[in-house]
Nanobody, 119 residues
Framework: QVQLVESGGGLVQAGGSLRLSCAAS????????MGWYRQAPGKQRELVAR???????TYADSVKGRFTISRDNGKNAVSLQMNSLKPEDTGVYYC?????????????WGQGTQVTVSS
């Protein structure tokens, strides 16, 4: 099992910044990607950004140029720096990781942290 503990989030005005952090513990060997998803009210959960153990990154088009994901492999932690926030960035942000166990991949999620951007 892998446990993901998130921190950060909160209320910010449009144009402001927030930083989310997530630390993994437990069976952390063979963790591959770490990343962030978000879910707005009435919408499906969507990928925000992810990063591989090698440092390759993927971003949703809507956050490119504004958000930066980084990873500390030594601490098994991932962070998301969010700048120039917009009201449409509002939602619950979930930390995610994927671990290889035998021949199967297993997905793990954090408890979620609320991000609210006021206009």
């Amino acid at each position: 099992q892998v446990q993901l503990v998130e921190s950060g989030g909160g209320l910010v005005q449009a144009g402001g910044s927030l930083r989310l952090s997530c630390a993994a513990s437990g069976t952390i060997a063979s963790i591959n990607t770490m990343g962030w998803y978000r879910q707005a009210p009435g919408k499906q959960r969507e990928l925000v950004a992810r990063i591989t153990s090698g440092g390759s990154t993927t971003y949703a088009d809507s956050v490119k140029g504004r958000f930066t994901i980084s990873r500390d492999n030594g601490k098994n932690a991932v962070s998301l720096q969010m700048n120039s926030l917009k009201p449409e960035d509002t939602g619950v942000y979930y930390c995610h990781t994927r671990r290889l166990g035998g021949s199967s991949w297993y997905d793990y999620w954090g408890q979620g942290t609320q991000v609210t951007v006021s206009s």
